[in-house]
């Protein structure tokens, strides 16, 4: 069973940088893909950033160019570097992390989606 631990969020002036984190942790899974998706309040979630096995990327066009997403697979981390900060970036930002679970005696592996309790990002004009 997992557990997703987030960090990093705040408040910047437009034009700054933030940085967020979130680990997984725990035993018996494997992180298949990590990733951020956010909520700006009274609109729906959509997605930040995402990668893939470690290695490919995919951003949404409002963050092309200003957010960048990483990844320390050895520690099941991920960080969403965001610079040059608007105030349209103001959301609650979720960890997302598709994960699958180790097969055993009984159980074949299984992926399933998992996430973060949220962290608040405020931009100021």
């Known amino acids: 069973q997992e557990q997703l631990v987030e960090s990093g969020g705040g408040s910047a002036q437009s034009g700054g940088s933030l940085r967020l984190s979130c680990v997984a942790s725990?035993?018996?899974?494997?992180?298949?893909?990590m990733g951020w998706y956010r909520q700006p309040l009274g609109k729906e979630r959509e997605l930040v950033a995402i990668i893939h096995g470690g290695s490919f990327t995919e951003y949404s066009e409002s963050v092309k160019g200003r957010f960048t997403i990483s990844s320390d697979n050895a520690k099941n981390t991920a960080y969403l570097q965001m610079n040059n900060l608007r105030p349209e970036d103001t959301a609650i930002y979720f960890c997302?992390?598709?994960?699958?679970?180790?097969?055993?005696?009984?159980?074949?592996?299984?992926?399933?989606?998992?996430w973060g309790q949220g962290t608040q990002v405020t931009v100021s004009s």
């Open positions: 725990g035993s018996g899974f494997s992180v298949k893909a």
């Open positions: 997302y992390v598709q994960v699958r679970t180790e097969a055993t005696m009984t159980q074949m592996s299984y992926d399933y989606d998992s």
